[in-house]
Structure formats: C-alpha cells, structure tokens
C-alpha cells in the first residue's frame, strides 16, 4: 500500500538558518515525489517534483530535496529561510501510469522566527 | 486566468441538508479529482474522473457522489451532509501524458456542517 510520512507536524526554524523537512515514502512502484506548498487560506503551489535522473532537484524559491531510494525518504532543504517561507509543506507521491492520483503526506507546519 | 476555480468558497451547512461544490478547468484537462483536507490528515481523495461521463472513488468516497457531465466541469455532492464532512475541499486537474506533476489545484472550499 502507498504511503507517505512526514515524521514532523510543526517546525520552527529562526530567519536565516537552514531547513530540513523529512518525508518518507511507501509505494509499490517506482515513485513519483512530489513537494507543494500551501500559505494560510491558499491552495496548493508545486515546489518540485522527481521522476528519475539526479536525485538531487532543484525548485523554486530556493528549494532542493533528495531522493533517497534505499533510505525511502524525499527530504525538502533550504540553505536559508525567509519569513515569507512560513507556510505547510506536503509531500506527495503518486504513479505514472492509471488516474495518477496522488498520495499526500499529512504535512510540516513551518514557523519563521525572526 | 487559466486554471482550476471552484465554487463556492465557503459555505456552512445545517446537518441534513445537501450541496454541490463546483470545480471548473479552462485547460481542456482530461483527468479532474476531488481531495479533502483535514487538519493533520492531510489531503485525501474522495473521487476521480478520467474523463467526460466517467467517475470512480478514491480513498474516502462515502457520503460523497460526483458527477463529469462535461469535461471541463466536475460536481461534488452532499445528499445529506455531516458534522464529519466540515473540512477544506480541494479539486484538481490533469492531462494524461503530462505524469502527475501536471496536477493543477484550485483554491478550495471551506465547508462548515453544524
């Protein structure tokens, strides 16, 4: 069965510091990741996504995240974080193939302290 | 503005009585999917459709009927709404081909069953 765990609800990290948010994924083929953001009221904007190739991706607003296959994890990083990055992150995995449909992670509240 | 609008965007309900939330897609999207969103849940699937005149249920369909009577429109029913179905309700859309980072989120409908 699919799955995806985000281990962390609420994170607060001080303006300026780096992040780390942790996913970690079960799924019975190969796995397509995902990580959007949603600010307070909105939907949900894609940060980026893996398919396959280098394992390291690069989003937007600054954002990388690894693949780690033998590790089942997708871990979202940002060297610095801006106030304006307070926001919850999800991590999705879906398939290639069939309805697509996506499998969401329950989601990491971000704080910024300044 | 291309992309996914959904009505309403918010509403409160009398337990009991029904509603339909409507999502339109101007992007000629095959695949269209309705989520709700909980808070620490995440998001979860209530129905998909691949395509005009075709639905099929996802993780958490009970309580819920859809309907894609034309491509671009996907309808959410509540025949009796529950306490249980006050929640943030997302649609998406999808064209096939694009694998699943073509998903396009609307804003949401906040629903309130008292």
């Known amino acids: 069965a699919q799955s995806v765990t985000q281990p962390d609800i609420h994170i607060t990290v001080s303006e300026g510091a780096s992040l780390e948010l942790r996913c970690n994924y079960s799924y019975g083929a190969t796995p397509y990741l995902f990580w959007y953001v949603q600010s307070p009221g909105q939907g949900l904007q894609l940060l980026l996504k893996y398919f396959s190739g280098d394992t390291l991706v690069q989003g937007i607003k600054g954002f990388e995240a690894e693949f780690k296959r033998s590790q089942s994890s997708f871990n979202l990083r940002k060297p610095s974080v801006h106030w304006s990055d307070a926001a919850e992150y999800f991590c999705a995995v879906g398939a290639a193939t069939g309805a697509n449909n996506l499998f969401f992670g329950t989601g990491t509240r971000l704080t910024v302290i300044p | 503005n291309a992309g996914v609008t959904q009505t309403p965007k918010f509403r409160v309900l009398k337990t009991g009585q029904s509603m339909t939330l409507l999502c339109a897609q101007d992007m000629n999207h095959e695949y269209m999917y309705w989520y709700r969103q909980d808070p620490g849940m995440g998001l979860r699937l209530i129905h998909y459709s691949v395509g005009e005149g075709t639905t099929a249920k996802g993780e958490v369909p009970d309580g819920y009927n859809v309907s894609r009577l034309k491509k671009q429109n996907f309808l959410l029913g509540l025949e009796s709404a529950a306490p249980s179905q006050t929640s943030v309700y997302f649609c998406?859309?999808?064209?096939?081909?694009?694998?699943?980072?073509?998903?396009?989120f609307g804003s949401g409908t906040r629903l309130t069953v008292v």
């Open positions: 998406a859309s999808m064209r096939p081909g694009q694998g699943v980072y073509g998903y396009t």
